[in-house]
Structures are given as structure tokens and as C-alpha cells.
């Protein structure tokens, strides 16, 4: 019977050694009744197993991130276990085992200052929340996230603490970033309402025609002037169409003309005189009137 100290031929099959807590185990057959080649082919396979435990500590030797490597350690170490081939495994597993307390203890301290990091983290985060920045601090709270990810894992002890203690500011922060918008949103949109009910009482004093009391006009324009601030571009176009109402409004009771002279040639009442023009009355640009370029606003009531 072909056999060495790890190995043996029993029957028609090849058999490797026990070791330590594992028994014996059948790794393979005799090919063509020839003992002595099928022995040999699992003991040079041996060699395999060995090249793999050799590259593995040589990554290990030249990685900065060695504990990514215990996983790969652990599973080739369940490996040898399982091997089929004959040769002295025993080594191979201290050597294995050396590196997994090595890699271990190496976890374990990077986890620690990952805590530390990461508590950092969270003194940042309340810091943010606490300055309710609901424009520029998203960007902050992305960026702290981020940085968050890139820390990698704590102990295990705390680590369902601090992800929960972390995630709850985010939470916080972005569910009044949620309401904040919805608020300003709602504002907006009561701004916007402000001016479109300015436009129409404008429209009415047009209706009413020869009815309509300078007073009247320069109260509205007064109360536009007045108005709160909106997106320069929405307020541009709603100016716009209050202008041309109450100038066409003006030149009716200034100049006593009927409604039926202003008509789309006459370019909404905006002539070198009269209610806009360049040198008085309600739109001039000398100071006086509801909106001058010399008077406490600069423009229509300015914008965001």
C-alpha cells in the first residue's frame, strides 16, 4: 500500500491524513490500478494550497488596507480543511492563524478611531442643524454624508448607537428642510396672489372709466411700490401688465379721453407724456410718483 505521513492508498481510493480536530478524508481514486501515480498527483497538488497561503500573505504584506484581507484569510483557512491534496497542512494553519490575530487586533484598532471619527462627525452634524440652514446647508449635510461612508465601520458594540444617533439629525434636518420649503412655497404663492389682486382692482378703475379719482390710482400705486418682494423675472411680467393698465387708467382722466382711443397702437399708454413719461406724473423716472428710480427702492420693489 502506497502511503507517507500525511496519505495513504486504501482500496481503490486515496485518502489524506487527519489533522488536528479533522479526520481522515477520501480525496480521490486509483487511475488504471496504478497507486503510485494517483498518490503522487495529490501530493503535488499540494503545492497549489501553498502558493495560494503565499500570495495571500504577500497581499497582505503590501496592502495599506490589511484588514480588508481577513475575510479572504478566513475563508482559505476553511479551505485547507476541505483540500484535496496531501501534504503537512498543519503549518499553513498557524501560519493563517498568525495573520488573523494580527489582522484582528488591526480591526479592531481602526474600528476605535473610526469611533472617535465618527463622533466627531456627529458633533458637526448637530452644529449644522442647529444653524437651520435650509438653502446652502444641504450641500454641508451631503458632503459631512459622505465623509460619513467613506469612515468606514466601528466596533461592533456601538455601532447600531451611532448610526442611529447620526441618521436621526439627518432625519431632523432635511424633514424641517421639507417643511421650510412647503412654508416658503406657500409664501411665494401669497406674494404672487398679492400683485394679481393689485392687477385686477387696477382693471376695475379701468372699467369704471370717468368714475375713476386720481387718489384711487395713486393709492394702488402706492400699495404696489409698497409690495413684498417676488422672483425679478415673475415680477418683471406682473409690473408689466400693471403698468399698462394704470397708465392707460391715467392718461383717461388726466387728458379725458374715452376708452375707445387707446387701442393696441397706442403701445398701453406709454407715451413721451403723460402717466409714464420722463419728466412727471405717476411713473417718472425724476423722483415723485409710485416708482422712481430716486426714491427708497431702486426699480419695482426688487426681488430675491
Known sequence: MVSNEFGYVKGDKVYRKGFLDYPDRE??????????????????????IEKKVED????????????????????????LSEFDAIGEYIPLLERLKKHEGTLSELIQTNRERNLEIKKGLITEAEILNEKSDFDDGVDDFKELKQRWIRTGAVVKEQEEEIESKFQSILDDYFTRRKEYKEEKKA??????????????EAKDLLNRREDVELPELQELQNKWKDGPQINPRRYAMMVSKFKKVTGRVYKMRIKGESMSSYSDRDRGGYGDRGGYNRGGGGYNRGG????????????????Y
Open 27 to 48: 480525496i480521490g481514486e486509483v487511475k488504471d490500478n496504478d497507486e503510485e501515480t494517483s498518490f503522487q498527483y495529490f501530493v503535488n497538488r499540494f503545492s497549489l
Open 56 to 79: 495571500l500573505e504577500n497581499a497582505i504584506a503590501e496592502a495599506e488596507n490589511k484588514g480588508s484581507y481577513l475575510m479572504k484569510l478566513l475563508h482559505l483557512k476553511e479551505m
Open 187 to 200: 409664501l411665494v404663492a401669497k406674494q404672487i396672489e398679492f400683485y394679481k389682486e393689485l392687477i385686477m
Open 288 to 303: 415723485g410718483g409710485g416708482y422712481n428710480r430716486g426714491g427708497d427702492r431702486d426699480g419695482y420693489g426688487g426681488g
